[in-house]
């Protein structure tokens, strides 16, 4: 004592509180090792010692069950810190540095502060003045050890882990699906239920390719998915509920449902707050990876498979802009064309034409990245019509199997799905019975636990009958919704095209076929459009395609509409020649149904003669020519056609005609008389 209070302790200090710091690292020290704590508390007393009054010590406990590691979470040790930057601590007490902190930098930041408010430090060993330089030193180099005692006892704990997991016995957290069985082996759970939903999650994923197919799936079935509570009064008990997409990729991503054994999947760090961060590692970079461990949902390869299928779904990735997941646009080549020139990805644009959303596929590598042109531009309609017609001959000789093959799968998945729901019912039924027994079983003069039984009871009722209902009612639609996709996939399994065209066909599906079949198509474009389609087996086809029209080009009316009307001039007018196109279906350039402007227009741009100019080259006259023959006006030629006297064929759409010349017997000499009002009428001789 007389060594701690010689030339350290001075009245300043003791006009200054003195704190005491108490802390365990663990709740389970706290409870177990009270030991340490009422060492630290008896510090009280050397501080008395000293010559602090018992009302000048405040104890700070409130980090009791915290690590000393960090500085985050310990809400006494800032107190502290913030006590003696103000100046009213005049002695810092603890049983040990690590007591304070086993991080070199919380403890060096308390030393500094103590040396510029002038604060004592007091442990079990010693009395301390930050502000000379032996006891800083001696300072230091506890806190150094202290860490470094924090990284031993690290590293001992981690190389029995490490041990224990190169064996394959480290016993850690199970997905959903597994259990430990009594000698803490990893066993597929006993519960059939989760066996089933576990692997309607796998078989469905094989099927659709997808995650969120999967997830639309259960949905669209009702299906539940089970969940265990990790912490709480309740820890270990499943829960159900609907199945969520990052539950899918989690069963996807786990090796342990391939059966193999793996640790080091994950890395935690913390950042400059203090909040844990966790990295997922690459596969070479884990621990510990044990194949054929336990029994597995699936085999291993199918599992690398299934991690193949979703690194490919993944958004674009780097330069190559490798094959996305099927969307629903309609580029039927999303992801398979490649560029003829560079060997590139090509991606994809849309736009409308004729109301109608088209695609183009471009390359766009070099224009991005250095500024340059691009590459290749490529309309995609004409492609991707003679992809799909490859197609459509190589599907034929298959549809038939193929419809039977989906015909049986979506039977075996109703009836997959019909078991879960009676395995659900059956659930809810074995609780409500429990519930019953327990019910049946109380003092029924216990009114207190008889009501809360009774409603336990009638709770788990309810959970039947809801869950009966909901097995009669998939029941009830699925027999004929199966039936009717039996008959139709029957329908269309002898022709394809009928499906391949059909507007209810998803684009979506019809992409998904193309890449069974097809491993990439390499377009060219030259004199005209080179097309090769390398497919899945190996085998190649090569097309040739022609340049589509460009710009204005794509506006013209079609050829054989512009010879229909050249045909037709020589019989009808313009409005008639409309009317009749109309009524053949066809169409001009722009998709638009004609009216008499609009042929008029298509023959004066395409030069066809008029109508009026091939009257005149058969012959026929016109109205005063007609007059001059006949010897009357030209009202008279026009009174005798609406008369029906002489015949006319009109040359335009307002009813004026050109008449073929007078036979023998003209209309004037027929009738004997005179229709001219202009010229008085004579006697015929007699």
């Not at 060594?3 to 001075?10: F, L, N, Q, R």
């Not at 930057?85 to 060096?108: F, K, P, Y």
């Not at 539940?224 to 309740?234: A, D, K, L, N």
């Not at 049986?408 to 519930?435: G, N, V």
């Amino acid at each position: 004592m007389a060594t701690e209070s010689t030339g350290k302790v001075s009245a300043d200090h003791l006009r200054r509180g003195a704190y005491l710091y108490v802390r365990q690292s663990s709740l389970k020290q706290v409870v177990n090792n009270t030991e340490s704590t009422q060492r630290q508390y008896a510090l009280r007393g050397r501080a008395v010692a000293l010559g602090w009054e018992e009302d000048q010590i405040t104890v700070i406990d409130s980090d009791q069950g915290r690590s000393g590691a960090s500085i985050n979470g310990r809400d006494g040790f800032q107190h502290l810190v913030a006590e003696v930057s103000m100046g009213r601590a005049g002695i810092v007490l603890g049983l040990e540095v690590s007591r304070l902190a086993r991080n070199n930098t919380d403890w060096h930041r308390l030393l500094e502060i103590c040396a510029l408010t002038g604060t004592l430090i007091l442990d079990e060993d010693g009395l301390y003045d930050p502000l000379t330089f032996n006891d800083r030193l001696v300072l230091g180099m506890k806190g150094t050890m202290s860490e470094a005692e924090l990284h031993l006892l690290k590293a001992r704990l981690r190389g029995g882990q490490l041990a224990k997991a190169r064996r394959g016995e480290l016993k850690q957290g199970l997905p959903i699906g597994y259990v430990h069985d009594y000698a803490d082996r990893i066993v597929k759970d006993p519960d059939a239920a989760v066996r089933e939903v576990i692997e309607r999650v796998l078989s469905l994923f094989a099927a659709t390719g997808s995650a969120r197919q999967v997830v639309r799936a259960f949905a669209a079935d009702q299906l539940t998915f089970p969940s265990r509570i990790r912490t709480g009064p309740c820890k270990g008990e499943l829960v159900w509920g609907p199945l969520k997409h990052w539950q899918v990729l989690n069963v996807l991503h786990n090796p342990l449902y391939a059966g193999a054994f793996c640790y080091g999947r994950r890395k935690v760090r913390h950042d400059v707050h203090g909040k844990v961060r966790i990295q997922l590692l690459p596969r070479e970079q884990w621990d510990t990876l044990i194949p054929d461990h336990h029994a597995g949902y699936l085999t291993f390869e199918q599992w690398e498979n299934n991690l193949a299928q979703l690194q490919t779904q993944a958004a674009a990735r780097g330069d190559d802009r490798r094959a996305g997941p099927p969307r629903e646009g309609t580029a039927l080549l999303q992801g398979l064309a490649i560029c003829g020139r560079c060997g590139r990805r090509m991606t994809i644009a849309y736009h409308l034409r004729q109301d109608h959303e088209v695609s183009d596929y471009r390359c766009m590598t070099h224009a991005i990245q250095d500024g340059g042109q691009v590459c290749q531009r490529i309309p995609g309609p004409s492609i991707e019509a003679a992809v799909a017609e490859l197609l459509l001959q190589m599907l034929t000789p298959l549809a038939v199997e193929t419809a039977l093959t989906v015909s049986d799968e979506i039977t075996a998945r109703t009836a997959e799905a019909d078991r879960m729901r009676t395995t659900h019912l059956q659930r809810a039924q074995y609780r409500a019975d429990l519930a019953k027994r327990r019910y049946l079983a109380v003092d029924p003069d216990n009114r207190l636990v008889a009501d809360s039984l009774e409603a336990d009871w009638n709770a788990a009722l309810r959970e039947v009958s809801a869950a009966r209902t909901d097995v009669e009612r998939a029941r009830t639609l699925a027999a004929p919704r199966q039936q009717a996709t039996r008959e139709q996939l029957a329908r269309l399994a002898g022709d394809v095209r009928s499906l391949w065209n059909d507007p209810a066909t998803p684009m979506r599906e019809r992409k998904r076929i193309t890449r069974l079949l097809i491993a990439d198509v390499t377009l060219i474009k030259d004199d005209d459009i080179t097309v090769h389609v390398r497919l899945s087996a190996g085998q190649t086809h090569t097309l040739h395609l022609p340049l589509p029209l460009g710009g204005g080009k794509l506006w013209q009316t079609p050829r054989p509409v512009v010879d229909a009307i050249d045909e037709l001039l020589e019989h009808h007018t313009d409005a008639e020649i409309a009317d009749i196109l109309n009524q053949r279906g066809l169409t001009s350039g722009k998709g638009c149904s004609f009216h008499r402007l609009l042929v008029r227009d298509i023959r004066e741009n395409y030069q066809l003669r008029n109508r009026h100019d091939r009257l005149r080259d058969r012959g026929l006259l016109t109205a005063p020519e007609l007059a001059v023959l006949l010897d009357v006006s030209v009202p008279t030629v026009w009174k005798w056609h609406r008369a029906g006297l002489i015949e006319g064929e009109k040359y335009n759409d307002k009813n004026a005609c050109l008449y073929p010349p007078p036979g023998p017997n003209p209309p004037r000499v027929q009738q004997g008389i005179r229709l001219d009002r202009r010229r008085p009428a004579t006697t015929p001789a007699k």
